[in-house]
């Protein structure tokens, strides 16, 4: 069973105004302009190939300058036990999220033997990616929406591109989730109107350039997914 994910004093996923995640941090003006803005969660990328990776020493830095009630995310590829014991050893994180191909049996595994909830994300492109959503749901705590990387892209996530938002419009399922994919200030409502979403999750949609939060642009986005 699944454990209950409070964040900010609430359910995740349950009423109240959208909740934004803003991943990829990877310096303390961006934890400050997450926190400011009213983020809910904060995501740490360890993942070599991405723009946001972020080292061991540095992401305990930001996770323990992180104000109460901010959830602290730690974003993983296809890691194996070893590089999930050595973050968790360094890092104070709340949520594991598991961001490449690993099996349902993997994510059950990792919950099982590291304690923590595990958000789950699942590209999608098509119908045909839907199923997955499902199975998902039978074993991670959270599952992250988000659009599907395209053949041959260096990193699963991040790159700015989103799905169309019908395919999941009036599904749920029996897990919170959250949505990502190509976000920005500009269309987060009409992607929250369309899906039903009350969590969503940015990257590259606050950035002036790969890795590089814009404070401005964080605060736009939040102030949309808020009045969504």
Known sequence: MAVRLVVGGRDAGTGGPVRVKVCGLRSVADMEAAARAGASYAGFVFFPPSPRNIGLEQARDLALSAPPGLAKVALTVDADDALLDAILAQVPVDILQLHGKESAARVAQVRDRFGLPVMKAVGVASEADLPALDAFA??????????????????????????????????????????????????????????????????????????????????AFCRASVMA
Do not use: H
């Open 138 to 219: 039978q074993v991670a705590d959270m599952l992250l929406v988000d659009a599907k990387a395209p053949k041959g892209a260096a990193v699963p996530g991040g790159n700015g591109l989103a799905f169309d938002w019908r395919l999941i419009a009036g599904r749920r399922w029996s897990r919170p989730w959250m949505l990502a994919g190509g976000l920005t200030a500009d269309n987060v409502a009409e992607a929250v109107r369309l899906t039903g979403a009350r969590q969503v999750d940015v990257s590259s949609g606050v950035e002036s350039a790969p890795g590089i939060k814009d404070p401005a642009r964080i605060a």
